[in-house]
């Protein structure tokens, strides 16, 4: 037997390879990634569907922690969002579950990999990418992507073999994980068209306001309203507080790697609200150049990670500075909840350098003199006026 496993989510493109591979003598291990988007229940569903696709076995891998110690702790600590919108919710998942894939995959000896991605999206890239650099000695076999196969032509296979479940397109295609949960749908292959309430997972369930407290400690997300938890429950904490008020909820346009415009709704409540409160606490203690630097520097990470490339030493380079940066962001962000948006109060941190000892901005100066600062003021712009009186 040909040994194989493959990236499994229980959809139709997987199914169809998994049983579809399976008939064609191969040994077909499937394995699904955990990065925050199963209930134990569709887990459960998931793997008695698996073997009905005639797999060998079946494995669920918890990858929650990974997935935020890997690659959501840099995003927070770069404030990354792309297009300064979207916070990566899918692409940083993929990258994570490919990896965990392709060590899977070595572990037990498999000759083949597979996936069910088409040939028209970004997530063959990145998974092909990934593979290829753990387990350049382990074949890729994609037959969704090499076949050309159409959804029904898929479906007839699985009823020809038996597998009568539902396939059904939901009108919303939904990916939930850790980081957010993207919305697809007819709107989103339009430019102009919104997506109506019922498409989001998470509807309106309380009017007024609310006060919260998020507490980071050298950058990390240690606790929601004074208890401690680990970053990644309190990320959960938090996304399920801030759903109720149908937070977070945008459209994203970008560039896709194979080179079209794509567009996709999203929800994503804990991230923005995270970004948002960790780069309010940066702007009060880090200086001006490490604001600056750690803006472009966090660009082209998201840009790298979105695009497949986290594998590229680079990546640890630009990590070893995002860490390096968040050594004194450490206090509290006060943010208040209301239907549809929230609103950032405010901080309270021992290294916020808006410190009145040294001056009240617009008001109070504590440090220099007013000769100082004519001085200051003169020296500043020498070389403006020099440039001006030489060229006028």
């Known amino acids: 037997m040909k040994k194989l496993v493959i990236a499994y989510s229980g959809g139709l493109d997987t199914s169809y390879c998994a049983i579809s591979l399976s008939k064609a003598g191969y040994e077909v291990h499937a394995v699904s990634i955990n990065t925050g988007g199963f209930t134990q229940k569709e887990i459960t569903t998931i793997e008695t569907n698996a073997y009905k696709m005639d797999v060998s076995t079946y494995q669920n891998i918890d990858a929650i922690s990974t ?20 916070p990566l919710s899918v692409s940083a998942e993929r990258i994570v579950q490919a990896i965990e894939i392709a060590n899977y995959a070595k572990s037990i000896g498999a000759q083949y990999i597979a996936h069910g991605s088409t040939g028209a999206g970004n997530d063959q890239v990145r998974f092909d990418m990934i593979f290829q650099t753990i387990a350049p000695e382990i074949k890729i076999i994609t037959p969704i992507r090499e076949q050309q196969l159409s959804r029904q032509e898929e479906i007839q296979y699985l009823k020809d073999n038996g597998i009568e479940l539902s396939w059904e397109k939901a009108k919303y295609s939904i990916n939930k994980g850790l980081w957010g949960t993207s919305v697809g749908g007819d709107e989103t292959l339009t430019s102009h068209k919104a997506l109506p309430e019922q498409a989001y997972p998470s509807q309106l369930e309380k009017t007024g306001e609310e006060t919260i407290k998020l507490s ?5 997300f240690i606790s929601l309203n004074s208890i401690n938890d680990t970053p990644e429950n309190n990320i959960q904490k938090l996304n399920k507080l801030a759903s109720s008020y149908a937070i977070g909820r945008d459209i994203h346009v970008g560039d896709t790697i194979v080179g079209i415009k794509g567009r996709v709704g999203f929800e994503a409540a804990a991230a923005l609200i995270i970004i948002k409160a960790h780069h309010l606490l940066e702007k009060h203690t880090l200086t001006k150049w490490q604001l600056q630097h750690k803006e472009y520097m966090a660009s082209f990470y998201g840009m790298h990670l979105h695009e497949g490339h986290y594998l590229d030493p680079v990546m640890r380079n630009i990590e070893a500075f995002l860490s390096s940066s968040q050594e004194k962001v450490t206090g509290d962000v006060f943010v208040t909840l209301k239907p549809y948006h929230f ?33 200051f003021i003169k020296i500043l712009g020498n070389q403006n006026k020099i440039y001006q009186q030489v060229n006028s």
């Open 67 to 86: 997935f935020y110690k890997k690659v959501v702790k840099y995003l927070i600590f770069g404030n990354i969002l792309k297009n300064n919108t979207y």
């Open 343 to 375: 609103q950032l109060d405010g901080i309270s941190s021992k290294h916020d350098l808006m410190n009145p000892k040294f001056g009240s901005y617009g008001e109070e100066n504590n440090s220099w003199t007013s000769d100082e600062a004519k001085g």
């Open 216 to 220: 980071f400690k050298k950058g990390e």
